[in-house]
């Protein structure tokens, strides 16, 4: 089975700081990633994806994240945030279509 | 407009009730997707569909049924609501190819 740990549930970070949300996988099959995005009271929007070849995915509004196999990571980073990147965020492992989420990390940003 | 919708957005009701939310998608998309998403778990899969008239069960399905006689609509129905059903929930649609889209949501609340 697959499951996913995203360990910091709350990250406060200053505006034009960076930031990596951390999140870590357990599949027994290929493994396909994915993060998204979801502001305040609205549904969830794919901020990038791994399916396959490099391993340094970039996705919208300047994020990126990183495949790491032998340690079973895929962290999220941003090298400087901005007031709008306050949401919360979701990894996700897919397995037969199906995605497996973390409980997701709410990024604050301090202005 | 071409996307997934879901109705209605906000949902009151009674325990005991039976509620039928909807989900309706215009990219002809064989696979749906029903999640509830609840403080402290992230997302959870209650039921999924590859095709029409072909649905199976995710990781929370006791007490909901869908059904998906065509492939744009896949509703999901809470037969007696319980006050434990109280969540918001998200339809999903994919293409086969692991990445899923959003709908906006349906927040249910049950009294």
């Known amino acids: 089975a697959q499951s996913v740990t995203q360990l910091d549930s709350q990250v406060p970070v200053f505006e034009e700081a960076p930031v990596e949300l951390r999140c870590n996988y357990s599949?027994?099959?290929?493994?396909?990633l994915f993060w998204y995005v979801q502001y305040p009271n609205q549904g969830l929007q794919l901020l990038l994806k791994?399916?396959?070849?490099?391993?340094l995915v970039k996705g919208i509004n300047g994020f990126e994240a990183e495949f790491n196999k032998s340690q079973t990571s895929f962290h999220l980073r941003k090298p400087s945030v901005h007031i709008s990147d306050t949401a919360e965020y979701f990894c996700?492992?897919?397995?037969?279509?199906?995605?497996?989420f973390g409980t997701g990390t709410r990024l604050t940003i301090i202005p | 407009d071409a996307g997934i919708t879901q109705s209605p957005r906000y949902k009151i009701t009674e325990t005991g009730r039976q509620v039928t939310l909807m989900c309706h998608q215009t990219?002809?998309?064989?696979?749906m997707f029903w999640y509830r998403q609840d403080l402290g778990h992230g997302l959870r899969l209650i039921y999924y569909?590859?095709?029409?008239?072909?649905?199976d069960k995710g990781e929370v399905p006791d007490g909901y049924v869908v059904s998906r006689s065509k492939t744009e609509n896949f509703p999901l129905t809470l037969e007696s609501a319980t006050r434990s059903q109280t969540s918001v929930y998200f339809c999903?649609?994919?293409?086969?190819?692991?990445?899923?889209?959003f709908g906006p949501g349906t927040r249910l609340t049950v009294l």
């Open positions: 999903a649609s994919s293409a086969g190819n692991n990445e899923q889209f």
């Open positions: 791994y399916l396959s070849g490099s391993t």
């Open positions: 996700a492992v897919s397995e037969n279509e199906k995605l497996t």
């Open positions: 569909s590859a095709a029409a008239d072909i649905t």
């Open positions: 599949s027994s099959v290929s493994v396909y």
């Open positions: 990219w002809s998309h064989s696979y």
